[in-house]
């Protein structure tokens, strides 16, 4: 029985291997499209995430009846608990790349950003796509070196997200409304990417240790 | 042995009603310091929110309690994981409650909208209020119809936010970025809250059902 409990926790564990690769593949290509008005490769993450949303669901069905029919205890339900809530914060990191795609398509053939704030974007698409390549390392082998990194990335990410907003309420700023309004929410998707980011990091450290690190607020 | 687990089921959900009267207390002070730039009552919202997130964990933590002791199947099993999840949805809420508390602090002792947006945005305010009315009065007495105004509230929420993103990518907005960033935040910010709701009455709907209604698209 535990035996083939521990083998429908690791196909558990695979698929959210498997849903964290797509992320990062997903904001990956979001942050090129984003960056080049590449609206065809808007339009695949845009198409793409319906894998990531159907992956969450089976993980959560999967974790459902792991739950019903081995009813765990101790550790081993904090795992499945764990893997419920895993799902939802990549799933929202998959709307999250979708989103920042569809506004990549919405301002098509423009690009989204004015040019004083590219290099900026460019920094915090960077951090984006490292920290959910930490992620899915994370999830793969459990060492908690990568949750380290990412909370590192995270702290890189608010810094970015502060300057933004800094940007945008300086005396000097004169973009249009449109533009300010796509760096703002642009600024906020990328920010909490990276929070979802963490909310894994801080489940799977809790898992491997029993505490609560790296805590950082989340909102 | 079902009696008892019964009784605890209930406790369940009567912390997920008391915690969604204090996601709408704190959504319905929100708005006001937000409208009146109140200053001291932004400050008690933010200070409050401590409170529902503190509910959270409580009922997670009894939640998986219940799962390690008790091994609910069927019907019961998907209530306490839905509990889960609607904690969350909460908390997030309650996290969207406190963003547009703090919009309001940080432009203290100014307005934070343009004169022209206020009207837009006062409507918004309504219906996020009375959607978390419809909440609580849907977690206490789980009556689908309650779900079905959630739903409508929320389709008048999102033309409201689609108007507001209209009016700041128009021709003749002129504001400054602050404003346009605080008005983009703010739209996204009751967008949210009202999906978190509606979140919530998907699942009570789908217990009390076995129907996935209302069926609606978040994002």
Known sequence: MRELFHADLKALGDQLVEISGLVREAMDKARTAFENA???????????????????????EKAIELLALQGPVAADLRTVVAALRMSSSLERMGDLARHIAQLARRRYPDLVLPESVREDFRQMADHCVALAGEVEQLLTDHDTTHAQQIVKLNAAINELHAKNFKTVNAADWNA????????TLASRFFERFADHGVSVARKVTYLATGEWEPVIEID
Chains 1, 2 share one sequence.
């Open 38 to 60: 590449d609206v065809e490769l808007a339009e695949a993450v845009i198409t793409d995430d319906a894998r990531i949303d159907y992956l969450q669901t089976s993980i959560d």
């Open 176 to 183: 249009s409304g449109a533009m300010t309004a796509d760096v």
